[in-house]
């Protein structure tokens, strides 16, 4: 009796919608090219489904499912329990279902047969709940495996940092977790670091050296860039978190009876991190080489440690004769403190400005102190305020004088020089201010204002209010007969002050303009930040918000450094050109780069904020060129031409929240969307990015998704640790685990090939990205405590051995394998920078020596006791010459066959015979239960690129 509906032909409507998935499953795979005969694991899942549907659309309240299902097996059953495939195709041609012999095969290895299979198993497991099913009949194992034993394990692995269960693959080898166990036979070495910090810095951070190099920050390296042709750089990677601050030294200085000259000697400070509080470095510019495989770094000098209520070092100053240098925090007083650096002693201590940080921008010496015999003095100057501080000759004794505004409106300034002594040593001050205009202070108060650029447009300043950026570049030069003036305007200004006055319109040269690298249409010039000359070069350096650097001469700019000006989440790499690469940042542009001439080559907006990218697996047919996906805020996706200076193509707006990730199909023919709103859109590439599906079932935001390599599925991980598989031709969930599926890629943070990679204080959030190499060796993984990890892949052991690289900033937001697995490049997020690693492999270590093989042997001096040993005594002279012959049980086994405790025999005439501990009879004991043999710890491998490691003890 079958159910009503049963006279129309078993038909309902669950069972054609299944039929119908089955049916676009086997059109799909029959138009894929190349790929005759193939069965995803997606069409497996539809295939399964279908047949599920059609045993309940002919069940009956006598009969269940199950019980049909075997009536029709044991009706073909010769007695044996199995059905072939033909017998299979069969029994499901009588419910209504066809099942060609390649679907049969694919079906049966499913289920771990091959020619045969026991049908009352696959009734069982095909009715019965999965997820109940694989309870009751698979192994279950809690954690990750644990390094040093053993792996031999096959089943469903439940893990904190994921909340659906893993399973291994059906082919799982215990000996890939030995490997995992294992530190990897490579390491990453910091190359190039693109970007420049221009957007939160309030001082000066960008100088010339004397050799005509340029020495800046980005994130948390201090960068000493050698000028084209060369387009080199060398590193300081001792700090440990953002770099805040930078100053130069402008005297030549003895260091420990080694003569530094002049502009070589850098201080760099830091804000505290979790471990330590702030501290300054002194670090040589010169030093350090590039080996061939190491980063080009340089060496330390000095650390001034403060503690962690000093919050961080907001500006640095040398004095004119090098000895002293002055540090300010960011504490609520701002205190500044003196400090004999090469003593390492500090000499005052005092309260700069009370408020919430920064009210401190910068700290200026006055430089004449030794040339025309000027009272010791430096200012502090920053938010409505500048102070003037002058001390002894023995820099113990410093009093503090706040300089009045006068009549002139109060305004923060961001910017001060002194200007040359006309007569005797007293020197006028030039302060740059938020609108533009150039303050002149003469004793303790302003006296004058000079208009000079224009505000610029305005930004948030930490404490919430709008502010003008102002003048931030102010520089003497050419021996004190000029001063160069940056503004908010993007302008530079050579001022006459031969006489040691400034005048209105009184200029030395003509102005420099810098222009948008966003093209005409930004409204906007780049504002200036920084500024430096060069007496050698005579040129002028100047860093931008836009964390650019460019260099100029009254007719030239050139770009030296390109940057970000907004937040960086994450890149791409072309997969057929290694050296190019693709980011994308909160400013509104993607950025092209090429890691060869270390450059970007194109940029263009997309008019609104992007947060992911992506590039085609292969040229698109019908523009014959790579195509590249833009998605971001508020749904927004961007299809653009890579072979046309990325022109628009296709834009898409089907989500309300923001794209989190985005993937192309290794076929190239679907482009799925991740999406804040818990779902991912699949485009079809061939319909013109025609929406064909919608997988909804996660409970948060979608943060990553990757392609299986036949391009039939999708897994997706969101960020509430869920790890899902779907079917992107229907959008259904495959409910099944897909455990021997073969993913193109591998950049989800849940699953079982990165079970190891959590450290132990996770909380699941910690781990920003990953990427299997295309190799499938290793696997990056990119954090928030600013480390950039390398793995040996998969990673299945607890606390995974890796190499861990320092120089970001906070959060590592991305990192990304380029095409040939030479390069590893890494995005900062709120550091704004790109760091590009090179690859360098090393050799296995040599295996350790053999052990010495014991001998029978003296073990005193007297010849009284005799024993199996590795280092035979020398007999005295008188003692016993006969060796008491070995234990008459061994045999001819030797010592091998002595199983510890290990026994021994005295000499004749020696006494009663004993028995020898292990370690004096020379075997080496065998460590006791409970007893680990070998463990890990973190360590460095001596690569100052590398400086924390995680290595087998």
Known sequence: V?????????????????????????????????????????????????????????????????????????????GSGDVDCNEFAG???????????????????????????????????????????????????????????????????????????????????????DRSADMPLARLVIEFVYGYQGVENTGQNLFYTADGKVVYYTAGVGVVYHRPPVHHQQFFLAHTDDISSIAICPAAIDVDGRQYPGRTLVATGQVTSVEEGPFVCVWDSRAGSAPADGAATVPELVRLKFDKEARGIVALGFSPTGTRLVAVATDNMHSVYVYDWRKQRVLFTGKGQMGDPPQVYGVEWNPYEATHGATPAFVTFGRKHIKLWTGDAGGTNWQSKQLSFGKLPMQNV??????????????????????????????????????????????????????HGGVRGLRVCKGGSVLLSGGADGTVLQWDISDGTLAESRFAGPSMQLKSPFGPSDKWAPRIRALDYSPELDSIIVGTNNCDINELTPTTTDTLMDGHSGDVYQLAFHPAKPNIMATCSDSGHVHLWDTVTRSMTHCAAVGFTPRCVAYSAAPIASTGSYHLAVGGAKGAVKVLDEGANLRPLHDARDSKEGVMDLKYSPNARFLAAATADTWVDVYSVERGYQRVARCSGHSSTVRALDWSADSSMIQTASADLELLTWNVRTGKQITMPVRDAEWATYTVCQGFPVMGIWPDYADGTDVNAVDRSKDGRFLVTADDRGLVKLFNYPVVVEDAPHRAYRGHSSHVMGARWNANDSLVCSVGGRDWAIFQFRVVHLDPAAPPPAPPKPVWGPLDPQGRAYGFTTNPVSLAPGAAAAAPPPPAELGDAGPSALQPPVGGYAAPGAGPHRALPAHMAGIPEEPSQGQVAGGASFASDGDPGEPLARNPA
């Open 2 to 78: 079958g159910r009503p509906g049963s006279s129309r032909g078993y038909s309902s409507p669950v069972m054609d919608a299944s039929q119908r998935e089955l049916a676009r499953n086997r059109a799909a795979e029959a138009a894929e090219p190349g790929t005759p005969g193939v069965v995803t694991e997606a069409h497996i899942a539809a295939l399964e489904d279908a047949i599920r549907d059609a045993l309940r659309a002919r069940r009956s309240v006598y009969e269940g499912s199950q019980d049909l299902l075997l009536r029709l097996f044991k009706a073909v059953d010769d």
């Open 91 to 177: 029994v499901c041609a009588q419910i209504g279902v066809s099942v060609s012999p390649a679907e049969a095969r694919a079906l049966f290895r499913r289920f771990g047969y091959d020619a045969v299979m026991p049908y009352e198993v696959f009734a069982h497991t095909l009715i019965t709940q999965p997820a109940r099913q694989l309870a009751q009949d698979m192994p279950v194992r809690k954690g990750a495996f644990t390094p040093g034993a053993s792996a031999n394990f096959h089943g469903k692995v439940l893990y904190r940092y994921c909340r659906k269960p893993v399973y291994t693959p059906s082919n799982w080898d215990p000996a890939l977790a």
């Open 414 to 467: 961001t910017s001060v020089q002194w200007l040359p002594p006309r007569q005797g040593p007293e020197s006028l001050i030039v302060a740059g201010v938020a609108d533009g205009s150039l303050y002149i202070y003469k004793g303790s108060a302003a006296i004058k204002s000079i208009a000079a650029h224009r505000p610029g447009p305005q930004y948030i300043q930490a404490d919430g209010h709008p502010a």
